[in-house]
């Protein structure tokens, strides 16, 4: 059994009373307003269910992380970042980009956890600056981005998609490359967030990054110059 935490009060459990198996279930219950979800993301917690069931609530260990030290670029993809015509921008298409996240098919996964309530969610973060997304562009179509919660130094990542070869590796660079972040929480192990430099944390190391990172302020994201103007340096590296 998990605990079950009151919709008008939702306070969570010590984190390291998740389950090991499934691995980071924490609690069930709550809410999804704004301020529910900027405490859960402080304490290193993050909603992931799907349609039809309560709200569940999670912190697994260990974490898959991102740092801009460890952030890697195949050659290929340096010269794809050098020579596409594909633009990068900020928060110019949040609703879009949960919206297309959520409707991608992925493989060994049937349906959503983006459900519509999560959608509402998030933009309703957007609207208040906690919420940031990222898009890629093949001039006027989106065909790719990821979206996420900022807060203070830490860019906690929700979601991306890619309709073409390498936007969602895109956009993912572009954040890297705004220099605010210095701590990107990947939640789960993937080969694809591997194959980026992405490295396993434990729970207990990274709880204690986010206290050292994370304040409550609202972060100002803005990416929106040409890929190969703000990736030149790194792509030459």
């Known amino acids: 059994m998990i605990p079950w935490i009151d919709e008008q009060n939702p306070i969570f459990p010590p984190t390291e009373l998740a389950l090991v198996e499934p691995d980071g279930l924490l609690c069930a219950g709550g809410n999804l307003n704004i301020e529910t979800l900027v ?6 917690i993050f909603p992931w269910y799907s349609e039809g069931q309560p709200i569940l609530w999670w912190s697994p260990d260990p974490r898959m992380v991102l740092t801009p030290e460890i952030f890697h670029l ?13 633009r990068v921008t900020s928060n110019s298409a949040f609703p879009e980009v949960i919206s297309a996240c959520a409707s991608i098919a992925r493989a060994g ?17 957007h609207q208040k600056g906690y919420a940031h997304s990222v898009e890629v562009w093949n001039q006027s179509q989106l065909v790719g981005g990821l979206y ?8 906690f990542g929700e979601s991306m998609f890619s309709l073409t070869s390498n936007a ?7 954040l890297v490359s705004s220099g605010l972040f210095e701590l990107i929480d990947c939640q789960q192990h993937t080969p694809h967030l591997e194959s980026l430099g992405a490295k396993l944390m ?24 040409e890929t190969s ?3 030149g340096n790194r792509a030459s590296e």
């Open 39 to 44: 405490a859960a993301y402080r304490q290193g």
């Open 74 to 86: 195949s050659r290929s993809m340096k010269r794809f970042v050098k020579t596409t015509k594909l």
């Open 109 to 125: 996964q049937e349906g959503t956890w983006i459900t519509d309530e999560m959608q509402q969610a998030y933009c309703d973060l």
């Open 148 to 155: 996420g919660i900022a807060l203070g130094k830490v860019f």
């Open 168 to 174: 969602s590796k895109l956009a993912l660079t572009g």
């Open 202 to 225: 434990s729970r207990h190391v990274f709880l204690a990054r986010v206290n050292e990172l994370v304040d409550n302020s609202p972060v100002s994201l803005v990416i929106s110059q």
């Open 229 to 231: 103007s703000w990736m």
